[in-house]
Structure formats: C-alpha cells, structure tokens
C-alpha cells in the first residue's frame, strides 16, 4: 500500500508555471507506475500525464503536450509535474495517482480505473 501527498498547487497567471510534487510513502515507490489526473469545477476527472517505473516512457494528454513535464524521482519517493504555459483551462484539482505493476507487465494506463492509489489533491488556478 501507498500514500500519496500533493503539493505545489496555488494561482498563478496565465503564461506562468508550477512545480506539483507527490510524495509516496512506503519502500516499493519504483514498483508504481505514477500518473496525474485533474479535475475542473463541474468536470469529469481527466488524464494529464503519467510515467513508468524508471521514468524512460510518459504519456501526456493532447492538451498539455509541449507545456507539461512529468518526472519521477525513486530515491526520494516522489513525482513532479512542471507545469509552463498554463492557461486558464488548467484550472482544476490536481491529483496524484499510483498503479501497482510488475516490471514488464501491462503498460502506462490513462484511465483513473486503472490507478488503485490516489492523494488528496491540491488545487490550480489559473487567471487569465
């Protein structure tokens, strides 16, 4: 099992960046392929980007490809999302999430179904 911690979020204006990081407890952090989710005021919740175990494959949503980047550190337990360029409609809650995989079983998943592990969130807020 793992517990996930946000941080980072806050208001920033449009053009401007963030630095998200989600630390993980527990002494099996490199067995979790990580992702971020968001989720917008009177939205679903939505796949933003996610990273393997040793961090070599990422996935990012349509929407942020070129302005966010996802990165993991396994010997501190942690995920980042830079975040430039943001724009208005980055505004949401951001979550952290952890998938539980084998090494060389299945792949990145980018549904929230497919994350057994999520932290509590912290919130965006873009101005424009």
């Known amino acids: 099992q793992v517990q996930l911690v946000e941080s980072g979020g806050g208001l920033v204006q449009a053009g401007g960046s963030l630095r998200l990081s989600c630390a993980a407890s527990?002494?099996?952090?490199?067995?979790?392929?990580m992702g971020w989710f968001r989720q917008a005021p009177g939205k679903e919740r939505e796949f933003v980007s996610a990273?393997?175990?040793?961090?070599?494959?990422?996935n990012y949503a349509d929407s942020v490809k070129g302005r966010f980047t996802i990165s993991r550190d396994n010997a501190k337990n942690t995920v980042y999302l830079q975040m430039n360029s943001l724009e208005a409609e980055d505004t949401g809650v951001y979550y952290c999430?952890?998938?539980?995989?084998?090494?060389?079983?299945?792949?990145?998943?980018?549904?929230?179904?497919?994350?057994?592990?999520w932290g509590q969130g912290t919130q965006v807020t873009v101005s424009s």
């Open positions: 990273i393997d175990h040793s961090g070599g494959n990422t």
């Open positions: 999430a952890a998938d539980w995989k084998p090494l060389g079983v299945g792949s990145i998943s980018l549904t929230g179904a497919g994350y057994e592990y």
């Open positions: 527990g002494r099996t952090f490199s067995m979790y392929i």
